[in-house]
């Protein structure tokens, strides 16, 4: 059985590997994954997308043929400024008790958790149930063409999956101490976009009334100040009713998703808090400008980057009439990603819901363990939209201020969290593996 400090060794290796995308160059870490099970006596094909960029699979044969669980995970990391950071974002730096690291949350420890509970398997003599597939994948954090798009054409059977765990949610550790688990089994709608703008170049010192930097700031500030309704959906409801349904407000006990909204001081509540916000409305962040060259003249072409993220009832025909009716007619409104597909919610009324709650039961002792619903896109999407239910789970506990590190500088996870992450996911690919998933 693998240890804490092998865990942490492979970590800290995996993550000096810059996997920044773009460019991505994942297969240095297909290839460090591949040497990690071969040494272990355990077979792995690296399929190669394009250059540089490769995916990595490995199996453990099952007694019944078809319907394989995967454990999915990407190498792909967002891109680091190192001059941000107080350590190497790519240096695996241990410090105060943390492992810090671009991928340390999304998802690199997670991955090597999940490859040393599938090597430990292998080795433990029980044949599973079905087949598991430990695969890793490139290209998940810019769409996935190279990655699970990839894979999933050229492996026609990963389509047959009974069912696939992969990131998405955690255990949460509340700021009054409190922790639940949310298991992700839908997310929001990728729906990103360009705000772009001409107007007629000139000298800074002799403004004309058509600069294309102003266009495009009067129609992104326009977009940013549309307040997005609060919506209540079946997956938030029973989360939040498992978060705050002892809390209450003054004397009042919370009455439910649908009434607290309707009540000035749960909104207020709810829009206070960034994870609540989030998983109740459409979001629209405005991320790149771009517009200029040099002090004194007066640009010919700008535009503003947004990433929006839809609630499930959301048709992005719908948001983009929204989003082009405040933007008005000075400028454009370019689509990233057209072709996103728009998933359903996997059910979580399943053997698999009920299997990692009986895990965190056994890791956590008596938490809520609720339904929840990703903010951010993940490979996920691929196989929810073709029916396979799909999860995202990874048993660490996390504050609210660790989670908001996710993407951002100082990214870290505590060594505590390896330890339990490598416990947790020992757990449930041993419950996936048992007869219990027939």
Not at 34 to 45: F, K, N, P, T
Not at 72 to 101: I, M, N, Q, S
Not at 406 to 431: K, P, Q, Y
Request: charged letters at 25%; hydrophobic letters at 40%; a neutral charge.
């Amino acid at each position: 059985m693998k240890t804490f400090d092998e865990a942490l060794s492979l970590i800290r290796g995996f993550l000096r590997i810059d996997t920044t995308n773009p460019p991505g160059r994942e297969e240095a870490a297909a290839l460090f994954l591949e040497d990690v099970l071969r040494r272990e006596g355990l077979s792995a094909e690296i399929h190669v997308a394009a250059p540089t960029r490769a995916n990595i699979i490995s199996r453990i044969k099952g007694r019944r043929t078809g319907g394989p669980i995967i454990l999915l995970g990407h190498t792909d990391v967002v891109p680091a400024r190192e001059e941000e950071w107080t350590v190497h974002p790519f240096g695996g730096e241990v410090k105060d008790g943390y492992l810090y690291g671009r991928g340390a949350i999304d998802m690199k420890a997670q991955v090597i958790c999940q490859l040393l509970a599938f090597m430990d398997l292998a080795h433990s003599g029980v044949v599973p149930e079905r087949d598991i597939i430990f695969l890793a994948t490139c290209d998940e954090e810019v769409g996935g063409a190279n990655g699970m798009e990839f894979m999933l054409d050229r492996i026609p059977e990963l389509k047959d999956a009974s069912f696939v765990l992969s990131e998405g949610g955690c255990l949460i550790e509340e700021d009054d101490g409190r922790v639940h688990a949310q298991v992700s089994v839908t997310e929001k709608k990728l729906s990103q976009f360009i705000v772009k703008a001409k107007g007629t170049g000139g000298h800074g010192s002799m403004p004309h009334g058509d600069n294309a930097n102003e266009k495009v700031i009067e129609a992104s500030h326009r977009i940013l100040s549309h307040r997005w309704p609060l919506r209540a959906t079946p997956i938030t409801a029973a989360y939040l009713k498992g978060i705050l349904g002892e809390r209450k407000m003054g004397r009042a006990k919370f009455p439910g998703l649908t009434r607290a909204l309707k009540i000035p001081k749960w909104r207020s509540l709810f829009e206070g808090n960034e994870i609540y916000n989030a998983i109740l409305r459409n979001t629209v962040t405005l991320t790149i400008l771009r517009g200029g060259e040099k002090v004194n003249v007066i640009p010919a072409e700008s535009s503003a980057t947004f990433d929006a993220r839809l609630l499930p009832a959301e048709t992005h025909e719908r948001f983009f009439r929204k989003v082009r009716q405040l933007a008005g007619k000075n400028v454009v409104i370019e689509r990233i990603g057209e072709k996103i597909s728009e998933p359903g919610p996997s059910r979580y009324s399943t053997v698999y819901f009920q299997g990692i709650k009986g895990c965190v039961t056994a890791l956590k002792g008596h938490i809520p363990v609720l339904p929840f619903i990703t903010t951010g896109a993940t490979d996920l999407r691929y196989f929810r939209d073709i029916g396979v239910p799909a999860y995202g789970f990874f048993p660490v506990t996390l504050t609210k201020a660790e989670h908001m590190r996710m993407h951002a500088r100082d990214e870290r996870i505590s060594l505590e969290n390896i330890r339990e992450g490598l416990e947790g996911c020992r757990s449930i690919v041993d419950f996936l593996a048992s007869g219990s998933v027939a």
